[in-house]
């Protein structure tokens, strides 16, 4: 704990077997409380990695349901469990754990709200060997979003994140898709309510058995990405509302 947090980590994982210890072994344990480990139907072992390591809430998605609904998953666990403070961290080693500290600190201190790690801030990104074209993609779409959303962020894409647990509550996150456009329907949604957002650097790291979806499939999140921008704009200007911005 920090201040009184309760702090719970959330590993959405597929296929996460060659990555879950390392990523594991790094957690903070001094301030994190619990671990909850969501499994979206991997191919591999990963259940019984987490069982091995002794990770003491794990669900199991009988079927792949997208990443989206994993995280849905993650998030309804973590405040079943009365987390004050909830962190998103990808088990596939590309973000170090190490950086709990800082981001839930950031939070159990009212200082913000949400914390982002982010890959942008910093020259980490091509350094841990983030894919050039990604690299573009990412900055161009950052761009675009600034504009619509009026924000200053340095990446809207990060698989690093921190939330009070009332932020989580604010928002209808299980409205999202299940799909990979979830993470940024969230942070909009977050915006939407004027939530500020904090970025920390982070490094990052990309090899082999690190998780990242193909180019068709980026094709396919970079449209998703503008959609999210655009209907944002439309629905904070009131020119045409969303479901996605209401509670209920």
Known sequence: MIS???IVVVLPAYNAVQTLEKTYSEIPFDIVDEVVLVDDASRDDTIGKARELGIR???VHKENKGYGANQKTCYNKALELGAD???MLHPDYQYTPKLIHSMAYLIANDVYRVALGSRILGNGALR????FYKYIANRLLTFVQNIFLNQKLSEYHTGFRAFSADVLRQIAYHKNSDD???DNQMLSQIIFKNIEIAEITCPTRYFREASSINVRRSLVYGMGVLAVSIRHFMAKNKILGSRLYKNT
């Not at 841990?128 to 894919?131: E, I, L, R, S, V």
């Open 180 to 182: 990979f456009i979830f």
């Open 4 to 6: 009184g947090k309760k």
């Open 57 to 59: 809430h794990i669900i």
């Open 85 to 87: 403070i909830v962190v």
């Open 128 to 131: 841990g060997g983030m894919p």
